[in-house]
C-alpha cells in the first residue's frame, strides 16, 4: 500500500483529498502547513507528496526545496496543489524539482491519474536501481575476493616457507621471498587504500559544505608532482618512449593532490590497458575558463554498452582479460572530477583508441617558469614524434 503525504492548510480541501485517497487504499498521513509536513516528510518517508503553494510557516516552494536538499527525501514524487495558473509559477516550481502540478479546482480522474503517473515512474527507477545494485553485487562477488585472495595468499605462502625452512634456504633464495611478499603487501595496502577513498568519496558527495568547501581549492598546473609521477610511472612500465606530455598552464580549482590523483588513475588505465610500444599521449588545455585533461592510448578500447555501465569495482572482459585491478581506478577519477563540478568523457573505439578527457573549471595565467623545465625536460623528445 503506496504511502501518500498531503500538505494542505484548507481543512475541507485537505478532507476532501483524504476520503478521496482512502477510498483507492492508499495510506494517508496530512499535515495542516509546510512546516509540520517538512517534519512528516523527513520521518515518515511517504512514496509520494500532494503539497498546496500558499501556505502559512513554509509555503509549497520551501518545503520542497528542503526536501530536495536532504537526501533521504530528494527523488520522492512531489505534486503541487496551487489555484494559480501563471507560466512563471509552474516553472518556478519545476525548477526547484516539482514532478507534477495540479491546479485546483481539480477533478478526481485529473488527480488519480498524475498520482498514478508518478508512482509508476518512481516504481520503474526503483527496478532500475535495483539491477545496478544486483549487477554491483555481482562484479564485487567476482572481482574482491580475487583482489584480496591473491596478494594475500602469495603473503602467507612464501611467510611460512620462511618460518619453516629458513634454515635450509640460501640468502638469495630469501631476499627474493621477502621481496615478493613486500610487493603483494604493497598492491594489498594500495587496493585498501582504493576502497577507502571511494567509500569517503561517496560520504562527501552527501554533504553540500564539504562538497563547496573542495570546490574552492585551486592549483597552478601543472605541478612538478604529477609530471614526475607521470614520468616515474612510465619509468616503472618500462614504457617511457611510448609517453607524450604536452600540458599547458592554467590555475585548475582543484587542490593539488586530486589533480594528480585523477591523473594517476589515468595513466594507470592507459598503461594497463594498452600494449608495450603503442604511444599514450597527455595533453592539457585552457579556453574560456574550462581545462581539459585528457589521455589518449590505442588499446583493446572499450564498447559503448561498456562506458554507459561503468561503475564501481567494474571490470569488462574479466574472463578473456585477466588482469589486476579492481575497477575502481576509473571510477575514483570520475567521482573525483564530478566532486570538483567537472566531467569525465570517454571516447572509445574497440581495438582501435580510447580517450579519457576531464573537464574542470579553471583561470588561465601564465605559467611559471618552474613548470616549464619540469615539462621540457623529459617529454621534448616524445613530443617531436606528434
Known amino acids: 500500500m503506496n504511502k501518500i503525504l498531503v500538505i494542505e492548510d484548507d481543512l475541507n480541501v485537505r478532507q476532501n483529498l483524504i476520503d ?7 495510506n494517508v498521513i496530512t499535515a495542516e502547513n509546510g512546516y509540520f509536513g517538512l517534519q512528516l516528510a523527513q520521518t515518515e518517508i511517504p512514496d509520494l507528496i500532494i503539497c498546496d503553494v500558499m501556505m502559512p510557516e513554509l509555503d509549497g516552494y520551501e518545503v520542497l526545496k528542503e526536501l530536495r536538499q536532504n537526501p533521504k527525501t530528494a527523488i520522492i514524487p512531489f505534486i503541487f496543489l496551487t489555484a494559480k495558473s501563471e507560466k512563471n509559477d509552474f516553472r518556478r516550481g519545476m ?23 508518478r508512482l509508476e515512474k518512481q516504481t520503474v527507477i526503483y527496478q532500475q536501481t535495483q539491477e545496478k545494485l544486483d549487477k554491483l553485487r555481482t562484479s564485487i562477488t567476482l572481482s574482491l575476493p580475487h583482489e584480496l585472495r591473491t596478494p594475500l595468499n602469495g ?6 616457507i620462511l618460518m619453516e625452512e629458513s634454515a635450509l634456504l640460501d640468502a638469495e633464495s630469501i631476499k627474493e621471498m621477502a621481496e615478493f611478499i613486500h610487493q603483494s603487501s604493497q598492491r594489498l595496502f594500495h587496493l585498501i587504500q582504493k576502497f577507502l577513498l571511494y567509500a569517503e568519496l561517496e560520504i562527501i558527495a552527501t554533504d553540500p559544505q564539504r562538497v563547496q568547501e573542495i570546490q574552492n581549492q585551486s592549483t597552478e598546473f601543472p605541478t612538478p608532482d604529477l609530471t614526475n609521477l607521470m614520468i616515474e610511472k612510465a619509468k616503472n612500465a618500462d614504457r617511457e618512449d611510448d609517453i607524450q606530455i604536452d600540458l599547458s ?16 588513475e ?8 594498452s600494449p608495450s610500444g603503442t604511444p599514450i599521449k597527455i595533453t592539457a588545455r585552457a579556453t574560456n575558463n574550462t581545462f581539459s585533461l585528457s589521455f589518449c ?3 583493446r578500447g572499450m564498447s559503448r554498452e561498456q562506458i554507459a555501465e561503468l561503475g564501481a569495482y567494474r571490470q569488462f572482459e574479466r574472463k578473456l582479460h585477466e588482469q589486476q585491478g579492481s575497477g575502481l581506478g576509473l571510477i575514483i577519477a570520475k567521482k573525483l572530477v564530478e566532486l570538483h563540478d567537472g566531467t569525465l568523457k570517454i571516447e572509445s573505439k574497440p ?16 605559467a611559471s617558469p618552474d613548470h616549464y623545465s ?3 625536460e623529459r617529454p621534448a623528445t616524445a613530443n617531436s614524434t606528434q
Do not use: M, W
Open 95 to 117: 525548477d526547484l524539482g516539482a514532478d507534477d502540478y495540479i491546479v485546483k479546482p481539480f477533478s478526481r480522474s485529473e488527480l488519480l491519474a498524475a498520482i498514478t503517473c
Open 374 to 376: 619540469v615539462l621540457a
Open 266 to 273: 589515468l595513466l594507470d588505465n592507459a598503461l594497463k590497458f
Open 155 to 160: 603473503i602467507l605462502g612464501f611467510s611460512q
Open 20 to 26: 478521496l485517497l482512502y477510498a483507492e487504499n492508499f
Open 249 to 264: 598552464p592554467c590555475n585548475v580549482k582543484i587542490a593539488a593532490k586530486k589533480i594528480t590523483k585523477i591523473a594517476e
Open 351 to 366: 581495438q582501435d583508441k580510447t580517450v579519457v578527457t576531464v573537464t574542470l573549471p579553471c583561470s588561465t595565467q601564465e
Open 297 to 299: 592510448d590505442r588499446g
